[in-house]
């Protein structure tokens, strides 16, 4: 199995900065794509960033300018920097990452236990 562990949440107030990073361990051969994902209360879950292994990054309009993803392929890991934080940007933050357990696997979604954000005004 596999366990994807966030961390690095919390409160902050506008403007202020915060990291999450997001471990990825267990029976892994290779992980291809890795995100972040949030859900604020009465909201859908959203994509927030995505990263391929080769590195190409995509994000929402939302964020753009203001949060990076990156990610360690030898360490398994996915980091999300996030600056010029705002009230709106307030949820839980879900890590996302597509792996594979063997050479012949298919390709298997797994997600976090998510990581509380708050901004405060």
């Known amino acids: 199995q596999v366990q994807l562990v966030e961390s690095g949440g919390g409160l902050v107030q506008a403007g202020g900065s915060l990291r999450l990073s997001c471990a990825a361990s267990?029976?892994?051969?290779?992980?291809?794509?890795m995100g972040w994902y949030r859900q604020a209360p009465g909201n859908e879950r959203e994509l927030v960033a995505t990263i391929t292994r080769g590195g190409s990054t995509n994000y929402a309009d939302s964020v753009k300018g203001r949060f990076t993803i990156s990610r360690e392929n030898a360490k398994n890991t996915v980091s999300l920097q996030m600056n010029s934080l705002k009230p709106e940007d307030t949820a839980v933050y879900y890590c996302?990452?597509?792996?594979?357990?063997?050479?012949?696997?298919?390709?298997?979604?797994?997600w976090g236990q998510g990581t509380q954000v708050t901004v405060s005004s």
């Open positions: 996302n990452a597509d792996i594979l357990h063997g050479l012949l696997s298919r390709e298997y979604h797994y």
């Open positions: 267990g029976s892994i051969f290779r992980i291809n794509a």
